[in-house]
T-cell receptor
Framework: EAQVTQNPRYLITVTGKKLTVTCSQNMNHEYMSWYRQDPGLGLRQIYYSMNVEVTDKGDVPEGYKVSRKEKRNFPLILESPSPNQTSLYFC?????????????FGQGTRLTVV | GQNIDQPTEMTATEGAIVQINCTYQTSGFNGLFWYQQHAGEAPTFLSYNVLDGLEEKGRFSSFLSRSKGYSYLLLKELQMKDSASYLCAGIYNQGGKLIFGQGTELSVKP
């Protein structure tokens, strides 16, 4: 089954404790992206990757890092989480640089930073 | 930035037709997506428009006017299960950036 898998689904952590949210897709997609979703603000792009070893900033990259060492995985790293990073996070993938093809979304990771 | 604007919420009656509008900035624009998102779930793809005109897919249709920076999603024969948030998203800069509107919360009432 074609899918995007995020882990964990829920996470409560403390300020400053490094964490990684994993994202994996089994569709051999070139394009992967991370979003955060906050009430009243909609989905905002954090980082995206056009292919292996190619990553670019989205609209809200501050406080986040990503890596794309292999095609299927695109982890999101918070080196020093802060309460303003409490949010619902989605990973998505699509073929052909995201153009003209639907993005498949993971089920989301609800992160709370206290 | 590439602002995407859509109404915050709409209400419609079961069996009726509803049109959700979306406006976007045209600089660097490549195409426009519509997604549906039920509460607590991931967005799911509805449509993609890159050329001007209407794309019909069952009960859902999507329209694009590139010159006006305008799109709409048309939902016909509304059902209760259509109650959801509808997200308009523009793709920019040769496919790299996907910019979402804040979403339109649609409530379908009996």
């Amino acid at each position: 089954e074609a899918q995007v898998t995020q882990n964990p689904r829920y996470l409560i952590t403390v300020t400053g404790k490094k964490l990684t949210v994993t994202c994996s897709q089994n569709m051999n997609h070139e394009y992967m992206s991370w979003y955060r979703q906050d009430p009243g603000l909609g989905l905002r792009q954090i980082y995206y990757s056009m292919n292996v070893e190619v990553t670019d900033k989205g609209d809200v990259p501050e406080g986040y890092k990503v890596s794309r060492k292999e095609k299927r995985n695109f982890p999101l790293i918070l080196e020093s989480p802060s309460p303003n990073q409490t949010s619902l996070y989605f990973c998505a993938s699509s073929s052909h640089r995201g153009m003209n093809t639907e993005a498949f979304f993971g089920q989301g990771t609800r992160l709370t930073v206290v | 930035g590439q602002n995407i604007d859509q109404p915050t919420e709409m209400t419609a009656t079961e069996g009726a037709i509803v049109q959700i509008n979306c406006t976007y900035q045209t600089s660097g624009f490549n195409g426009l997506f519509w997604y549906q998102q039920h509460a607590g779930e991931a967005p799911t793809f509805l449509s993609y428009n890159v050329l001007d005109g209407l794309e019909e897919k069952g009960r859902f249709s999507s329209f694009l006017s590139r010159s006006k920076g305008y799109s709409y999603l048309l939902l016909k024969e509304l059902q209760m299960k259509d109650s959801a948030s509808y997200l308009c998203a523009g793709i920019y800069n040769q496919g790299g950036k996907l910019i979402f509107g804040q979403g339109t919360e649609l409530s379908v009432k009996p």
